[in-house]
């Protein structure tokens, strides 16, 4: 919805992102006027996965932040193999059946960091 109303010039309230009280596109970075002229990549991610693991969106998201800040991101497999690696090794080493986020969430980072 943000690139539509600035495509179309919206009136908005933000002053360093407006001109004359409308969205303004060259006020952006060039990277949002690229985004916003050519459009931007989408992951399809199976519904099979949020069935089963409904954290796989702020999972993903955890550990595609640290793989931004490499030369070659990781595919969705790649990414499903390490949260499903810590997942298991976080229920082995605590004897538990499930786990969150916030359990396994710095494991993650940590090895998107490696």
Same mark, same amino acid.
Request: glycine share 6%; aromatic share 8%.
């Given at each position: 919805?943000?690139? #539509?109303?600035?495509?179309?010039?919206?009136?908005?309230?933000?002053?360093?992102?407006?001109?004359?009280? #409308?969205?303004?596109?060259? $006020?952006?970075?060039?990277?949002?006027?690229?985004?916003? $002229?050519?459009?931007?990549?989408?992951?399809?991610?199976?519904?099979?996965?949020? %069935?089963?693991?409904?954290?796989?969106?702020?999972?993903?998201?955890?550990?595609?932040?640290?793989?931004?800040?490499?030369? $070659?991101?990781?595919?969705?497999?790649? %990414?499903? #193999? $390490?949260?499903? #690696?810590?997942?298991?090794?976080?229920?082995?080493?605590?004897?538990?059946?499930?786990?969150?986020?916030?359990?396994?969430?710095?494991?993650?980072?940590?090895?998107?960091?490696?």
């Amino acid at each position: 919805m943000a690139f #539509r109303a600035i495509a179309a010039r919206a009136k908005h309230w933000d002053s360093t992102a407006c001109h004359d009280g #409308r969205l303004a596109i060259e $006020k952006l970075s060039p990277q949002w006027q690229d985004d916003i $002229k050519n459009g931007v990549m989408w992951q399809i991610v199976s519904a099979e996965i949020w %069935i089963h693991f409904p954290e796989w969106a702020r999972l993903q998201q955890a550990a595609g932040n640290a793989t931004g800040q490499v030369q $070659k991101g990781e595919d969705e497999m790649q %990414i499903a #193999r $390490k949260i499903s #690696r810590a997942m298991q090794e976080y229920m082995h080493s605590k004897g538990v059946s499930s786990c969150t986020y916030n359990d396994i969430s710095q494991e993650i980072i940590r090895h998107s960091e490696n």
